[in-house]
């Protein structure tokens, strides 16, 4: 490690779901400590956006399509020369009561969050594989180890992306590929907005938080680097909650 265990000049990143919320500010975060950025969604609009602000590269890509994926992660090799780091945030949240929940919404959750953080673990494993390093950061939630109502399909979707972390730390660590997660508490995004328009929600979670307040998406950042830098070159299959201390009582 160098003399800044922080300093990412001269990685290669890749955000998926970079182009709001949690992406935005993890790619924000990684390009302020010196990485080159791409960030990946469906929508170019708020891509090209983000791009222009933190001064990177944007790709469209559907992580639930392998060849969409596949396409991406070769792009970013082909304009960058490499793939170092890759962030997973791409997810969806269908809310709904599960005895009436539809069968298709839970495929759409898992289609995304599960599948979708599997094939961009797996294409950026390729080719962090012949290279001997990587870092890999998966975006779970609380839900990938606590039970909350109204949304067991997210919440068994976000509890894969645990194993799927788990799994792939041990699996990959011969090949010097790090993969972790990051349990993201009460952040306010385009998917919370909806629960933030609630005043009793918002009252009501804001009690359940020892620091006393929710988050913003830039509070991601700081953990974001620390998994995406050589000062966690020995952290693997590692869930870090960023959650004001929800999960901590
Ligand atoms: N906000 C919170 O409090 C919170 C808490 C725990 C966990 N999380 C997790 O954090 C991650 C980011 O969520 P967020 O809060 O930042 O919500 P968000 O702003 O809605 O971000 C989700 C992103 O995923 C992208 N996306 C959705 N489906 C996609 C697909 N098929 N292919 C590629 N990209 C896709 C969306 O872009 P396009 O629509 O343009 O594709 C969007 O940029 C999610 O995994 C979420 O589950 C959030």
Redesign the pocket.
Known sequence: MGKNGFDLSGRVALV??????????GAAALRKAGATVTV????????EAVAAEIGGDWI??????AR?VEAAVQAVVGRHGRLDILV??????LRGPSLEYPAADWDRVH???TK??FLCCQAAGRVMRPRGYGKIIN?????SEAGFPNIVA?ASS?GG?RQITKSLAVEWAPYGIRVNA???????????EPLFQDPAWVQRVTARVPLGR??L?EELGGTGVYLAAPASDYVTGELIRVDGGVLAG
């Open positions: 998926t779901g970079g182009g709001t919320g949690l992406g935005r500010g990946a969604g469906r929508r170019p609009g708020p891509l469209t890509c559907d992580v639930t399509d969409s997973n945030s791409a997810g969806l949240n289609a995304v969050n979708g953080t975006i779970a939630s609380l839900a997210y976000k992306v990051i349990e993201p508490g009460f952040f306010r995004t385009e998917l919370t929710t988050a998406p």
